[in-house]
Nanobody, 124 residues
Framework: QVQLLESGGGLVQAGDSLRLSCSASGRTFSFRTYAMGWFRQVPGKERELVAALGWNGGGTKYAESVQGRFTISRDGTKNTVYLQMNSLKPEDTAVYYC???????????????WGQGTQVTVSS
């Protein structure tokens, strides 16, 4: 089992930057065997993929709405994944979740492990 702990959320103004962190732990965890992703969810809507990082750091994927503004990265020495969010907009307001998927991002919701979420609020 993989444990994920997010941090870094908060209240910022439009145009500001914020960096989220996700610390991963667990006997079986390795960036070589887990794809990592950041999702977000607002009340009444489905959880959506924001950014993902493939096995062993290979390949990235971004939602069109954050392309060019958000960057996903990892630090293998700390088993930590980051989401750098720049030029934040009010529509980026959501609870952000970190996820780890042993199937390379093919089944986040069926096989993935999830953190508890961190709130990001962007005021206009």
């Amino acid at each position: 089992q993989v444990q994920l702990l997010e941090s870094g959320g908060g209240l910022v103004q439009a145009g500001d930057s914020l960096r989220l962190s996700c610390s991963a732990s667990g006997r079986t965890f390795s960036f070589r065997t887990y794809a990592m992703g950041w999702f977000r969810q607002v009340p009444g809507k489905e959880r959506e993929l924001v950014a993902a990082l493939g096995w062993n750091g290979g390949g990235t994927k971004y939602a069109e709405s954050v392309q060019g503004r958000f960057t996903i990265s990892r630090d293998g020495t700390k088993n930590t994944v980051y989401l750098q969010m720049n030029s934040l907009k009010p529509e980026d307001t959501a609870v952000y979740y970190c996820a780890a998927d042993p199937t390379g991002g093919r089944s986040w919701f069926r096989n993935g492990s999830w953190g508890q979420g961190t709130q990001v609020t962007v005021s206009s």
